[in-house]
């Protein structure tokens, strides 16, 4: 076995902890510190606890690294709100200096104050990595790391413990990665998940980074909106191919009450408008109680041209849903890639642990991540294949219909090219 195998391997033993670190460097992101605070055109407005400080008292960008001197307490905050995205940002306590308070501040709405309702990713030593909900910020998280209490300034605040330390000692630089979806916001250090929060308040808000009383340091702050492929009302966006081309979308896709219907007849697909190339492709799905469940799949890089099997299926990739199969990969119009050869057969790949799909009728978290010619399956946040040397090249993304009513709701997308 190769040693890319060798590793990737041993990734799909672990529990799956965050997006792949390779695509740190592939990423569409919007970049926040360009131009930084204070200049023309910056993203960012500065709030203070003492009235008539200046953004420049604070704040201060050198050789790009934004310099926080700590005091007075207050925040600079995004001028526009966001929901849902990906944050990535790296911090650093000063070389010479001891750790002390900081933090970052999700969907914070209401006035400024000292401090606003929002999410707090807590940056404070030793305790990154933890959650607070302030001014009423409505979490959830693991009953044994969580907390209420009645602040007599504050409000209601909200705790979830991080589950470990993994921050560097002063004067290295920290990797602070926040994906914020929908009602569930992640946090990973350092390349490592501390803590999943969810049932969050979903409004959009201003993202923060606070001044407490110590000097802190960061740089590389990026954002990547989440797109959403499925709008829950209607299928703009996507179009469907069948073999017989008298076919109607209508009769095997449709939308109710926000979640996509798919009959399983005739056998064909639906597939984006628009071709992606570097991704992380979230959705959900579920077998109707009513039915028998079967088989399907999730089609990405789909090519356009000749179709196989039956004239019904692209080259491309399936990433497959075939019931207590998913997280298995096969290859259609021999799409080259190279999975693992203890558990490959011919176009096939099985996934490598037991099947943890959820009982009929209930949904389950899909997370498939294509950076360059690797491809990662996830399954209800566990890793169940890889695959390395994947063709690169743009091409659509498709949900079968092969046989069997299935549904699909929160298709999302994070570009990464």
């Keep these: 076995m190769s040693t890319a195998f060798r590793l990737l391997t041993f990734a ?16 569409a992101a919007i970049d926040l510190l360009n131009p930084p605070p204070g200049a023309d055109g910056s993203a960012w407005k500065h709030f203070s606890g003492e009235p008539g400080t200046k953004l ?22 995004t001028t526009r709100d966001y929901a849902d ?26 006035e400024n104050r000292i401090w606003p309702k929002c999410l707090e990713a807590q940056i404070n030593s030793p305790d990154a990595g933890d959650f ?21 300034q504050f409000g209601k605040l909200t705790n979830v413990k991080k589950t470990e330390d993994v921050e560097k000692p002063a004067g290295q630089w920290n990797q602070y990665e926040i994906v914020a979806d929908g009602d569930t916001v992640v946090l990973s250090i350092n390349g490592k998940e501390v803590n999943r929060a ?27 909106p989440i797109q959403k492929l499925f709008n829950g009302k209607d299928l703009t966006g996507w179009s469907f191919r069948a073999p017989n ?46 039915v028998k469940p079967g088989n399907n799949g999730v089609l990405v890089r789909v090519l356009e041209g000749e179709h196989f099997h039956g004239n019904v299926w692209p080259k491309c990739v399936e990433a497959q849903l075939a019931n207590r199969r998913a997280g298995d990969i096969f290859t259609i119009g021999q799409f080259p890639l190279t999975g693992d050869p203890d558990r490959t057969r011919g176009r096939y790949t099985a996934m490598a642990q037991p099947t943890n799909e959820k009982p009929q009728g209930q949904w389950n978290d899909y997370e498939i991540v294509l950076v360059g010619g690797d491809l990662t399956l ?13 063709l690169q090249t743009p091409g659509t993304i498709a949900l079968q219909s092969e046989g069997a009513p299935i549904e699909y709701r929160n298709i999302r997308l994070i570009p990464l090219d």
């Design 12 to 27: 799909v033993a672990l529990p799956c902890c965050c997006t792949l670190l390779a695509a740190e460097k592939k990423t």
């Design 56 to 77: 420049g008292d604070v704040w201060k960008t050198t050789d790009g690294v934004l310099v926080c001197k700590g005091m007075p307490n207050g925040y600079i905050y």
């Design 85 to 110: 995205f990906m944050l990535r940002l790296e911090w650093r306590w000063p070389p010479e200096g001891k750790p002390g308070k900081g933090g970052v501040l999700l969907r914070t709405t209401g």
């Design 132 to 152: 607070w909900g302030l001014g009423g910020f409505r979490l959830t998280g693991p009953e044994d790391r969580s907390k209420s209490l009645e602040h007599p």
């Design 198 to 224: 969810t049932g969050c308040e979903t409004a959009p808000g201003k993202i923060l980074l606070t001044a407490e009383g110590d000097e802190i340091h960061f740089r590389n702050v990026t954002l990547v």
């Design 245 to 290: 081309a008298d076919a109607k979308m209508e009769d095997t896709f449709s939308v109710h009450d926000g979640v996509l219907r798919c009959t399983g007849k005739p056998a064909g697909y639906l597939q984006t408008d628009k071709k992606y190339t570097d991704y992380i492709l979230k959705l959900q799905w579920r077998w109707p109680e009513d």
């Design 378 to 390: 996830k399954v209800n946040g566990l890793v169940q294949n890889v695959a390395t040397e994947v």
